[in-house]
């Protein structure tokens, strides 16, 4: 199985600032016949089911605010939250989909500093 | 895009449940679907998913065939038949539209989820 790994654990950070969730998977999620890594982003809150922010690793999912990007390749990946808003309080979770199983990773909790 | 779980409840070790989810709000055949599963504090964790056909099928190794994943493209309906059930299946069990006709796509839609308890 492909294990995914996030850092960190949990984050804290100061509304408007920046914040920065990594994301490395033990193998390529990179398929070459189309160039696209197999690599989505999802955001928890309590009491919800996860929601997708971001796949093939930097597309935004409709609807989904700007200050919302994510970007790498191959083994490592970033969410960046641009500015951060109250309501992004949540668990953000990294999860492939290029091999099955398609895993998630453990989870990082953000929250307001 | 709604999906409306059902079918959970509490059952003993070693019983059986058959999840089904209602879709509607888009065409359901056009589609596949997955079901993932998140124990109490725990992240979600891929259980099975369905081609848009149904005809190819994908289960997590760790459920050693003893979970089933189906589909009624006529009824718009997904299921998952869960046998010789274990204390550890105890999770909520979510109902996910794929992006795409493939398993190989995020899941940009999920129902409420319902709870599966295994306990004695």
């Known amino acids: 199985d492909i294990v995914m790994t996030q850092s960190p654990d949990s984050l804290a950070v100061s509304l408007g600032e920046r914040a920065t969730i990594n994301c490395k998977s033990s193998?390529?999620?990179?398929?070459?016949?189309?160039?696209?890594?197999?690599l989505a982003w999802y955001q928890q809150k309590p009491g919800q089911p996860p929601k997708v922010l971001i796949y093939w690793a930097s597309t935004r999912e409709s609807g989904v605010p700007d200050r919302f990007s994510g970007s790498g390749s191959g083994t490592d990946f970033t969410l960046t939250i641009s500015s951060l808003q109250a309501e992004d309080v949540a668990i953000y979770y990294c999860?492939?989909?290029?091999?099955?199983?398609?895993?998630f990773g453990q989870g990082t909790m953000l929250e307001i500093k | 895009v709604h999906l409306v779980e059902s079918g959970g409840g509490l059952v003993q070790p070693g019983g059986s449940l058959r999840l089904s989810c209602a879709a509607s709000?888009?065409?359901?055949?056009?589609?596949?679907m997955t079901w993932v599963r998140q124990a109490p504090g725990k992240g979600p964790e891929w259980v099975s998913a369905i081609s848009n056909s149904g005809v190819y099928t994908y289960h997590a190794d760790s459920l050693k065939g003893r979970f089933i994943i189906s589909r009624d493209n006529s009824e718009n309906t997904l299921y998952l038949q869960m046998n010789s059930l274990r204390v550890e299946d105890t999770a909520v069990y979510y109902c996910?539209?794929?992006?795409?006709?493939?398993?190989?796509?995020?899941?940009?839609?999920w129902g409420q989820g319902t709870l599966v308890t295994v306990s004695s």
């Open positions: 999860q492939q989909f290029h091999t099955t199983p398609y895993t």
């Open positions: 193998q390529s999620v990179l398929y070459s016949f189309d160039n696209k890594n197999y």
């Open positions: 709000g888009f065409t359901f055949s056009n589609y596949a």
């Open positions: 996910a539209k794929d992006l795409g006709v493939g398993v190989d796509t995020p899941l940009d839609s």
